[in-house]
């Protein structure tokens, strides 16, 4: 009956009035911040006895209340009642900013935050603040690393629950999230709307820097960093910073060595993913990028790229310190190491040293005899690649290389330049 008189005896001195006075006291709690109910189990605190005989239930994994449709069951009976809405689908709060509809009230109150911007939940360790209480706890772990979700077949570990799920069907293959247009199936709902922007060319996530748009919300975020610079993963090793978690982890292999991606073709090993997804195609015989001026084809745009350089001879990329021009940024970066004298790559059984990595691995054949490169013609063996093309070109019909003396034709030019020497008197013996 008080709760339908106007009058409301009982007065907080800091904000309001409320008709009975349990009301009253019971809400001087959220000023003070008293939590007298403790858990004696993991030792949380509750402002309200209701509040601990509810977290109790969590511990105990009681679940008295269950639904009649389906037969979930679950621990609190507001919780039964949220469900019970993904049965009716009502959705009676709305938001009077934008007309959205949500089944549960605390839904309507976290939308209500992308409209005001507020972030009222900030992390004591590093400072971050979040709209939702949820994903501060959620944010918590990245600072203690507790993953007390474990994976059965592979023991990998996970943070969050939904993130051992997903990971789940990695080992059953199942990808029960179809894409209606392409067919195309997903493990994950995500990567389902990720890929629908693909078809729909949606792009609905802004930079309020630069004003590009991106189709996920991931890629903005990462996106932002080259505007603030900040590069918060750091190498344990040698210290080095990266914008991205992903290129930490690509980073980290350079020390181990650990090369996890293999390819199932030839069983060479890469240390990034992409590494792999570039080298597949060379598997493939689908070469889609063909040359306007030769007509060769590749597997990789980029190649086509790189190969176009032979016909225009462009060379875009100068050394600062004596000049010289090279097509590719790569051979640029090498050929700064004749500048600098650094040699990073040693040898682990004689010390010597290399400026390319590359070098090393043909310098370690020296070593152990190795010849990997076979000539599908005759079975010859050789160390390097190299040796192995102009090995072919003996099989080879064309003999590209003529004499202009006698007009004897070779494959190599090492070969003619011999033969001409014996024009000049010289004798040699092969």
Same mark, same amino acid.
């Given at each position: 009956? *008080?709760? &339908? ?34 858990? /004696? ?12 005989? &509810? ?16 037969? #979930?069951?679950?621990?609190?009976? %507001? ?39 507020? *972030?009222?939940?900030?992390? /004591? ?18 600072? =203690? ?54 078809? =729909? ?34 190498? /344990? ?15 980290? =292999? ?20 992409? &590494? ?20 060769? %084809?590749?597997?990789? *745009? ?11 001879? /462009? ?30 790559? #040693? ?51 064309? *003999?590209?290389? #003529? ?28």
């Amino acid at each position: 009956m *008080k709760s &339908n008189m106007a009058d409301k005896a009982y007065s907080c001195e800091v904000c309001g009035s409320f008709v009975q006075k349990s009301h009253l006291l019971a809400h001087m709690k959220t000023h003070t911040g008293e939590k007298p109910h403790s858990c /004696e189990e993991c030792g949380f605190s509750f402002a309200w006895k209701s509040n601990l005989m &509810n977290h109790v239930k969590t511990h105990t994994g009681e679940k008295p209340h269950s639904c009649e449709v389906c037969g #979930s069951s679950f621990a609190l009976k %507001s919780t039964l009642l949220s469900h019970m809405l993904t049965h009716t689908g009502e959705k009676p709060h709305s938001c009077e900013v934008c007309g959205s509809s949500f089944a549960q009230k605390s839904n309507l109150f976290s939308h209500m935050l992308t409209h005001t911007g507020e *972030k009222p939940h900030s992390c /004591e360790v590093c400072g971050s603040s979040f709209a939702q209480k949820s994903n501060l706890f959620s944010h918590m772990k990245t600072h =203690t690393g507790d993953k007390q979700h474990t994976c059965e077949v592979c023991v990998s570990s996970f943070a969050y629950k939904s993130h051992l799920l997903s990971h789940m069907k990695t080992h059953t293959g199942d990808k029960p999230y179809s894409c209606e247009v392409c067919g195309s199936s997903f493990a994950r709902k995500s990567n389902l709307l990720s890929h629908m922007t693909r078809h =729909t060319g949606d792009k609905p996530h802004s930079c309020e820097v630069c004003g590009s748009s991106f189709a996920q919300k991931s890629t903005l975020s990462r996106h932002m960093l080259t505007h603030t610079g900040e590069k918060p993963h750091s190498c /344990e090793v040698c210290g080095r910073s990266f914008a991205l978690r992903s290129h930490l982890l690509s980073h980290i =292999t350079r020390h181990t060595g650990d090369k996890p991606h293999s390819c199932e073709v030839c069983f060479s090993s890469f240390a990034r993913k992409s &590494n792999l997804l570039h080298h597949m195609k060379t598997h493939m015989e689908d070469k889609p990028h063909s040359c306007e001026v030769c007509g060769s %084809s590749f597997a990789l *745009k980029s190649n086509l790229v790189r190969h176009m350089l032979k016909h225009t001879g /462009e060379k875009p990329h100068s050394c600062e310190v004596c000049g010289s021009s090279f097509a590719l940024k790569s051979t640029l970066l090498h050929h700064m190491l004749t500048h600098t004298g650094d040699k990073p790559h #040693s040898c682990e059984v004689c010390g010597s040293s290399f400026a390319l990595k590359s070098t090393l691995v043909r310098h370690i054949l020296t070593h152990t005899g190795d010849k990997p490169h076979s000539c599908e013609v005759c079975g010859s063996s050789f160390a390097r690649k190299s040796n192995l093309f102009s090995h072919m070109k003996t099989h080879m019909r064309d *003999k590209s290389y #003529s004499c202009k003396v006698c007009s004897s034709s070779f494959a190599q030019k090492s070969n003619l330049l011999i033969h001409m020497k014996t024009h000049a008197g010289e004798k040699y013996l092969q």
